[in-house]
C-alpha cells in the first residue's frame, strides 16, 4: 500500500492513493511529516503535538506518542521506524522510540530548526537553523560533535545533507556551502 496524506473539512488521514480507503491516522490536524529515507516509515504530528508512525507499505499505524511535543519545528524517521527525532521551539532535541513510547530528551540546539536531517547510517542528526549555523549531533546520546557557523548573519539554514563526513546546506540567501568534517 501507498499512503498519502488527504485533508477533508474536519481532519487530515492518511490513505491508500490508489483505493482512496483511509487508514489509522492522526486524530487532529496534520502539523508535519517526515519520511525515512529508505521510504518505509511515515513519521507525523498532528497540531496538538502527537507523534504518530507508520509503516508506508502497509499504512499501518505502529504506534502514537503519549507525551506531547511543546511547539513542534522540525521532525525525522529512521529507516527502521524505530525512532523519531524532534526539535521543538524551546530549542529541544529529542528523541521518540516508537518501540518502547519513551521520549527522551537528548540534547538543547541553538536557535530554531530550519533543516533537519538524519545522517544514512541513522548515528548522527543534522540541524540548520536561524543563527546561519549548522550542528551536528550523535543521536545515541545527544553529544555535539561538529558546528559550523558562517559569516553572514542575514540568513537562515533551508537545507541540510550529511553523508559520511560530507556536510552540505543551502541559505534562504541562494548560498550553497560544502565541505568536510573533522573528526
Not at 524551546?90 to 530548526?113: F, H, M, P, Y
Not at 538524519?118 to 536561524?130: E, H, K, P, T
Request: charged letters at 25%; proline letters at 1%; glycine letters at 8%.
Amino acid at each position: 500500500m501507498d499512503i498519502s496524506v488527504k485533508k477533508n473539512s474536519e481532519t487530515d488521514y492518511v490513505s491508500d492513493v490508489f483505493t482512496g480507503s483511509r487508514t489509522e491516522g492522526p486524530e487532529r490536524n496534520l502539523d508535519q511529516c517526515s519520511v525515512s529515507a529508505n521510504g518505509e516509515w511515515l513519521a507525523a504530528a498532528n497540531d496538538q503535538g502527537v507523534l504518530y508512525c507508520f509503516d508506508v507499505k502497509t499504512g499501518r499505524r505502529l504506534n502514537v506518542s503519549t507525551e506531547k511535543i511543546e511547539s513542534l519545528s522540525r521532525l525525522t524517521v529512521t529507516n527502521d521506524g524505530h525512532y523519531v527525532y524532534t526539535t521543538e521551539f524551546n530549542s529541544a532535541l529529542k528523541r521518540w522510540d516508537t518501540r518502547q513510547n519513551v521520549t527522551k530528551e537528548l540534547s538543547s540546539i541553538r536557535g530554531q530548526a530550519h533543516a533537519f536531517l538524519l545522517s544514512s547510517d541513522g548515528q548522527r542528526i543534522a540541524v540548520g537553523g536561524n543563527h546561519h549555523d549548522v550542528a551536528v549531533y550523535d543521536t545515541a546520546t545527544g553529544k555535539r560533535l561538529a558546528y559550523f557557523q558562517t559569516e553572514a548573519s542575514d540568513f537562515y539554514v533551508t537545507n541540510v545533507w550529511l553523508l559520511g563526513n560530507r556536510l552540505l546546506f543551502t541559505t534562504d540567501a541562494g548560498v550553497l556551502k560544502d565541505g568536510f568534517l573533522k573528526r
